[in-house]
Every structure is written in structure tokens, then in C-alpha cells.
């Protein structure tokens, strides 16, 4: 991890505030001696969880106060006019004075993504910004994007949005050359629409390692491993909802099993490390936190509802973002592929 990286949290952000974002990022500060925090909110409500999490001085946390909360049905452009010192908008703004790497926040996504592209402007040559995050698969972890950042995308902005990915991909999971999928409707070139058509000929005349149409079993469950799976927001919001209520329903099912009667009770001791490790390899807090990629500045968004595991999530995936320089790699991939277009 780099030394000294400092992240603005949010502290007023999401379902549950300060209850949640103080002791999961204290957790985080705990297991990395080179993280420095900015609790961004209501000072007296900060102090008062630190106080209550044993956390009263220290030199590697800093209260910056905001006089404002963004709530999570606030419009975005209501929170661009009338909330301007909020939580959120204060955090992000450390990200662009350069007093914090990176953003992590809670808070509604709308408002969030709004304020974040507002503050610190768009990557040149990237013309939105895309919503990626790692869903769990047979083979490991699969990054996908977009998530919901743009509901309409354009075969060029799906293009970008491969070219972001790929480098993201690079960087944290370390491989060369990522393998890039585009989500449709089947394998087959005479598939999908027009859109996902055009984007599938700029993946083609690019050197990008794009291996064609993928399904939708590809997520989780596809015969070959991508490391890349690129859509547009709302079909990838669409799929990221569905994937976390089918492990809450098997979640579910299965709790009810094993409560029917003493002798499933007495199955489920006997079985507890596989569920357990079942468990362990679908919890969707374990893949909590969201990158905003296109942005002159890292900001990690965490799901409204995240509990404490959840949200430490999220503030990991910053740290580790931060020590690889996402936006940097991302600005210098773009201006070659700029370039090379140009010839």
C-alpha cells in the first residue's frame, strides 16, 4: 500500500451514518498502518462514535465538518443547488485539493455520481462516467460495467467503458491482458441490438483482448473465465440486483432447511464449515464498493444498506486503488488509444 494515502470519508452517507462508516473505516485504519481518514459530517456526531468506538486523538484521523447530509431521496440536482456543504460534497472536494486520494460514500448513488463529475471533472476523452465492481464466479471474481451510472449508452460509450475496465482490471488483478466480453442476448454476431453491434466492431479493431458476445450465465457461471464483462447501466444494474437477491433467497432457503426439524438442525452442525464457506463465497458484502471510472479523481461508492463488513469493503478497495493510481492509467490508456485512432 502506498505510504501516506489518505481517504475522505463520508461519514453522514448511506442507510445508517455515522453507526456504520466510523467503526468500519477505524477497522481499516487498524489493519494499515499507512492509511490516514478524514471523517467528513456533523463534527459533535463524529466525535461522539469515535469517542464511543475507544477513538479520541490521533494523528492519522482528521474531522472535517459539513453543515449538510445529503438524504437518499434527494435529487441530484437539488443536491448540486441547495448542498453544497454536505457531507459528500465536502469529501469529494478533499479529492480535488489533493488533501485525500480518494472518496468513499454511502450516500445516493445520483447524487454522488452528479457531484463527484461536477467537482472533478471527466478524464479527456472519456465522455461519461461508468459504475464497475467485481461480482463473485466460478473462477474468482468477474469485473463488470456499467452498473448504473448511464441507463443510455451509445456503442462508443460501451467502447470506453472496455477501455477503462481493461486498465482497472490490469492494475488490480495484475494480468496483461485482461479478456473483455460484451453482455448480450447470445454468442451468436447476428445477435443483439444495433448498439451492441457497432460497439462489438470497435472492440474488434482495437488491441484490446475482446473475445465476443458473451451471455448473461458469464456473470457467475460461464464455460470460460472473463475478467471483463462490459454493458450498459441498466442492464447491468438490472443484473447486479438480480445476482444479490438470488444469494439472499439461497441464503434464505437454506436457513429454513436446516430449521425444520432436530435432525436437520443436527445436519447443519455437521455441515457448518461448507456453509460457511459457501457463505463466505457469495456474501455480496465481500464485494461491496463500486468504482466511478472516467473521473479525474478516485471515488468508491458502497451500497445505502452496507453494514460495518460491507463498508470496510469498500474502503479497502479505495486503498488499494489509490496505491495503484486508477485515474493516472486510465488518462494515460485513453490518450493512446486517442492516438492511435488518429493514424
Same mark, same amino acid.
Given at each position: ?14 442507510? &445508517? ?5 466510523? @467503526? ?55 443536491? !448540486? ?12 472536494? !478533499? ?5 485525500? /486520494? $480518494? ?30 465492481? *467485481?461480482? @463473485?464466479?466460478?473462477?474468482?471474481? *468477474?469485473?463488470? !460495467? ?12 460501451? &467502447? ?17 491482458? @485482461? ?27 482495437? /488491441? ?12 457467475? $457461471?460461464?464455460? *470460460?473465465?472473463?475478467? !471483463? ?12 440486483? $438480480? ?15 436446516? +430449521? ?16 460457511? +464457506? ?5 456474501? @455480496?458484502?465481500?464485494? +461491496?464498493? $463500486? ?6 479523481? *478516485? ?45
Amino acid at each position: 500500500m502506498s505510504i501516506g494515502s489518505t481517504i475522505a470519508i463520508d461519514a453522514m452517507g448511506g442507510d &445508517f451514518g455515522p453507526e456504520v462508516t466510523i @467503526p468500519a473505516s477505524l477497522q481499516c485504519l487498524k489493519d494499515n498502518v499507512n492509511l490516514r481518514l478524514i471523517f467528513v459530517g456533523n463534527e459533535t456526531v463524529i466525535r461522539e462514535h469515535l469517542e464511543a468506538q475507544g477513538h479520541k486523538d490521533s494523528k492519522r484521523i482528521r474531522i472535517q465538518h459539513a453543515s449538510q447530509k445529503v438524504e437518499m431521496d434527494d435529487s441530484p440536482a437539488k443536491v !448540486l443547488r441547495t448542498k453544497k456543504d454536505s457531507s459528500m460534497r465536502v469529501a469529494i472536494n !478533499l479529492v480535488r485539493s489533493g488533501e485525500a /486520494d $480518494a472518496c468513499v460514500s454511502a450516500g445516493n448513488t445520483g447524487a454522488l455520481m452528479a457531484t463527484a463529475r461536477f467537482v472533478l471533472k471527466m478524464i479527456p476523452g472519456i465522455d461519461r462516467p461508468a459504475i464497475i465492481s *467485481t461480482l @463473485p464466479s466460478v473462477f474468482g471474481h *468477474t469485473h463488470v !460495467l456499467d452498473l448504473g451510472a448511464n441507463v443510455d449508452s451509445s456503442a462508443e460509450h460501451l &467502447f470506453q467503458f472496455g477501455v477503462m475496465g481493461s486498465e482497472l482490471v490490469k492494475a488490480i488483478d495484475g494480468i496483461d491482458h @485482461p479478456t473483455l466480453g460484451l453482455l448480450n442476448i447470445g454468442e451468436e454476431d447476428m445477435k443483439g441490438n444495433e448498439q451492441v453491434k457497432m460497439a462489438a466492431q470497435l472492440f474488434e479493431n482495437s /488491441d484490446l483482448n475482446y473475445i465476443g458476445f458473451v451471455e448473461g450465465t458469464a456473470l457467475n $457461471a460461464g464455460s *470460460t473465465k472473463v475478467d !471483463l464483462i462490459v454493458t450498459d447501466g441498466f442492464v447491468g444494474n438490472v443484473a447486479l440486483k $438480480a445476482i444479490e437477491g438470488a444469494a439472499k433467497m439461497i441464503g434464505y432457503a437454506l436457513k429454513e432447511a436446516f +430449521n425444520k426439524n432436530l435432525l436437520t438442525k443436527l445436519t447443519a452442525l455437521v455441515v457448518m464449515p461448507v456453509l460457511s +464457506n459457501f457463505k463466505q463465497r457469495i456474501d @455480496p458484502r465481500l464485494y +461491496n464498493g $463500486a468504482t466511478f471510472l472516467g473521473l479525474r479523481g *478516485t471515488v468508491i461508492k458502497s451500497h445505502g444498506g452496507a453494514d460495518v463488513v460491507a463498508f470496510a469493503n469498500a474502503v479497502k478497495i479505495a486503498e488499494v486503488e489509490i496505491a495503484q493510481d486508477i485515474p493516472k492509467k486510465i488518462s494515460e490508456r485513453v490518450q493512446q488509444v486517442l492516438a492511435e485512432r488518429k493514424h
